[in-house]
């Protein structure tokens, strides 16, 4: 592999979370490095997506920290998230169904606009030539993603394995130094699948983005990530390289259902 | 004090009739996850129905009792309240199933026009009224308590009389019958419903029938307050801070947004309203309902809307 | 579709991103505005102008605001009547109150305080959606109401709320005829109609639309909801405001009665416009109050008096006032003043506005109906005389 795994960028302290009475995550640790692959796995109701929300702040948990570049949060929130390079994908899908691919994307560009709303209103100057730029860069990624054929479609229209390429384009599009993604494979067809991870390994590859990864394909996840974390109920149950969580007892008590 | 709880009393019962308006709206968005705009223009429909039948009836037919003659008039009221439910059903809502609460808004709007149209041209537009031999003169009670006595409109006591039996025999309907059970799968989401086996068209009729049935006793009530015309039509403003209030989807909401609101109009009209000039009733419930929204977006009792991602 | 951009290759981004980058698209826009500069003044009569062509023209300036709210930015609203009656009041306000201020200043600072007021009544929003939302935005219309009927300031104390202005001119172009009217409103509208467009196909509209399509994943974006819905509130307020102001110097007299009272809900939902009704009956009212606006006493709520003044051709005509308002019933005036019921109530308008509301949100036909309905009624008028 040519890219380096770097410091922790991103770690979780002792987070817990709790919906009334019902408790999601159960005081949780763990960290991220930097340009690695970082799957998040466990069964169904384990908690995985709550800890994506926790992370770009759509959800506030009761306790713990999050430090990001050596940052405290006792509090993130998303635009927080986003200022600070965190971007991500979601599980069901929440594209903009009344825009098309291009506008889609180009939403991805929003913090990086710089024009005022007299200027576009005006499509004068810095806002006619940011218009361009951007239009530019989101065009790139178009062809990185293979979408080309379907750049002006509503997204509405387009089938489900499409709606997710056009997502993971959508995040890209801010350019994120840390990727969530929330099941990008779900309910795709091996071609698809495959087609999925090469571009998260690209991704990976080639921008040196930091990805964190939700995926119940067990082969995908151990073929791919770098280390793995195993949330069960709420709770982490296990942590490490992906061989040494294959040979955790309790992971395989969590995801079989054996007793000991 | 006397004065006090004579609003107080006055408010709740007012309030009890804003109700019977809300309960329209809310019967028919749990029902059909519609805003119906045309809540008014059926209320004016049907009060205006009654109120002609009940005149051309006796004239008609040679009977001289008043109580027939209602009766009669408030049958065939019904009868047309299906017949409308039943072509809104066929005309309007069969196309647009599965449509987005705001085509669907926008389609009562039309079915608002449509029928205030069809009511005036068909029953004119002058004042009728509607003689149901509501009590009209004012009672004192409790004389003994308070100095001067509590001064209580029988009219309105009779009205929210009526209201509440006809919220508790709708409340039993909704939760305890089949049907009942059926509506608020419909509500849910057209396509599911239809898919296990329940017979969306038949159900819309029932509904907008079921809410056109209350827009009639509602317009009875008010009709025989105010007099049957036009502006009767505005009424359904009056329930709208009601509805939002206690929440789109619940009927006990609709009982206490209701009460609340008619509570809070009265006493500010009374305390609050010389301080400024008077005349704040109306825009006095809507930042009511508003001031409650901004704690409890989804209304007092609704259903709380938890975004998942 | 008649048509596709089959064929139509762009080089550069610059071309694919133009307001509408097919051709055919481009010249029935061309055509259709070369119509209204050129043609329709050609064809025009006076009537066609001051009854149907204005109002027709403010009005889809008051929906192109409604518009970039509600169809933009998913923040379904009823308050639209308040913010004209606010733009207009405003610019009334600035115009006579601050001497020498230019027409189009005036009209742009009633535009801007609308705006203001716009960013107040959508503070709610952060909240509260949908039809929560809607309904309260009904808050604004009622309040406006109340505030302009109860403090003369306002009015500049003129009894029945209804104001005008006279003598009205830019840069030395005087605008009185109805065709000098009705291009001053067209030139208005057209520009109105560009700077939407150029915000909506923005970074700031397509921030509306995020919000409008899914709010929590724009907010994930890097998208606040608060500036993005503030500044939809503020943008449509000013395009109602613009047109509310307009309608009060270039139609006809401002009155709160004008925007709210029985006709409250002009809505546009995905570009679906419910004007106020202007039928024959509103005609007659406007035309009343201008001539018997300082003939009216105040008057006490449940209060009932009787009003006269004239009709547009010239017949003295007579009008109950009921709860410090004209009501819709007209009745020639034969000296004793008596009831009748309505003389016009309003027929034709039902067809034109239920297709409008029946059929499916989204597409731009609103524009066609709202003239074919104004078509409707100026063959009906006609009829009548």
Known sequence: ?260 | MGFFIETLIGGLMAGMLYSLVALGFVLIYKASGVFNFAQGAMLLFAALAMARFSAWIPEWLGIDSLWLANVIAFFIAGALMYLVAWLIERLVLRPLVNQEGATLLMATLGIAYVLEGLGTSIFGTAIYKIDVGMPKEPVLILEGIFEGGLLINKEDFVAALIAAVLVALLTLFFQKTVTGRALRAVADDHQAAQSIGIPLNHIWVIVWFVAGVVALVAGVIWGSKLGVQFSLATVALRGLPVVILGGLTSIPGAIIGGLIIGVGEKLSEVYLGPMVGGGIEIWFAYQLALVFLLFRPQGLFGEKIIDRV | MLYRENGQFKTSYAADQQIFPIAQDRWAILGILVFAFVGIPLLGDEYLFRAILIPFLILSLAALGVNILVGFCGQITLGAGAFMAVGAYAAYNFHIRIEGLPLLVSILLGGLTSALVGIVFGIPSLRVRGLYLAVATLAAQFFTDWVFLRIPWFTNNASSGSVSVSNLQIMGWEIATPFDKYMFCLVWLTISALLAKNMTRSAIGRQWMAIRDMDVAAEVIGIRPLFAKLSAFAVSSFFVGTAGALWGFIHLSVGAGRFLGRSFVPVAVHGHYRRPRLDHGQLLRRSLHRHAADRVEPVSAGDRRTVRGHDFDGRRVACRVDHLRLTDHFFPDQGAPRYRPPVVHRQGKTPALAISALSRAGEPVSLLLELLSQTHHYYFNKRRH
Not at chain 1, 74 to 97: C, D, E, H, V, W
């Open chain 1, 1 to 260: 592999m040519s890219r380096e795994i770097g410091e922790v960028i991103l770690d979780l302290k002792n987070v817990s979370l709790a919906f009334g009475g019902v408790k999601a995550l159960t005081d949780i640790s763990f960290d991220v490095r930097e340009h690695e692959i970082r799957a998040i796995i466990g069964p169904n109701g384990a908690g995985k997506s709550s800890m994506l929300n926790v992370i770009n702040g759509v959800y506030r948990p009761q306790q713990g920290e999050i430090i990001l570049r050596g940052k405290h949060f006792s509090k993130m929130n998303p635009y927080k998230a986003a200022r600070a390079g965190i971007s991500r994908t979601f599980q069901n899908i929440a594209l903009f169904k009344g825009m098309n691919v291009i506008d889609n994307m180009m939403t991805g560009r929003n913090l990086k606009i710089r024009s005022n709303l007299i200027q576009q209103a005006l499509w004068w100057g810095p806002a006619r030539r940011e218009e361009l730029e951007h239009r530019a860069k989101v065009e790139e990624i178009i062809d990185f993603l293979e979408i080309q054929h379907i750049r002006k479609t509503p997204v509405g229209r387009l089938p489900y394995g499409l709606q997710k390429r056009v997502d993971l384009g959508r995040a890209l599009a801010m350019e994120p130094s840390i990727l969530l993604l929330d099941e990008p494979m779900a309910g795709m067809n091996v071609e698809e699948k495959q087609d999925m991870c090469r571009f998260v390994l690209d991704i990976n590859d080639q921008f040196g983005t930091t990805i964190v990864l939700i995926e119940h394909d067990m082969a995908v996840v151990m073929d791919i990530s770098d280390r793995v974390v195993v949330l069960d109920y709420g709770r982490k149950i296990g942590d490490g390289l992906p061989d040494e969580v294959r040979a955790n007892p309790e992971v395989i008590s969590a995801y079989l259902g054996a007793s000991h």
